[in-house]
Nanobody, 120 residues
């Protein structure tokens, strides 16, 4: 089994910053791409940022330049540094990872989500 556990969400004022972390654990042989998604109330889940095993990154236009993504392969952890936060960034943030298990099978795993609320 593989688990992804997110942390770092919370309430922040507009213009503030938060750093999300997502640590993967379990029967992991390797982790391929990792990423962050978000789902605002009443809206569909959308991709926020992604990073490959080679550390190539991609971003949604709405967060480009504000939310750098990074990963620590030694810790099987992906980070999302969220700067200059806006009320429209309010959502539940989920991490995802493409994992090859110790048995050689590959799956996309998801975290449980962490709430980010941007409000004054």
């Amino acid at each position: 089994q593989v688990q992804l556990v997110e942390s770092g969400g919370g309430l922040v004022q507009p213009g503030g910053s938060l750093r999300l972390s997502c640590a993967a654990s379990g029967s992991i042989r390797s982790i391929n791409a990792m990423g962050w998604y978000r789902q605002a109330l009443g809206k569909q889940r959308e991709s926020v940022a992604g990073i490959t095993s080679g550390e190539s990154t991609n971003y949604a236009d709405s967060v480009k330049g504000r939310f750098p993504i990074s990963r620590d392969n030694a810790k099987n952890t992906v980070y999302l540094q969220m700067n200059s936060l806006k009320p429209e960034d309010t959502a539940v943030y989920y991490c995802a990872a493409g994992v090859t298990t110790n048995w050689g099978t590959s799956y996309n795993y998801w975290g449980q989500g962490t709430q980010v609320t941007v409000s004054s």
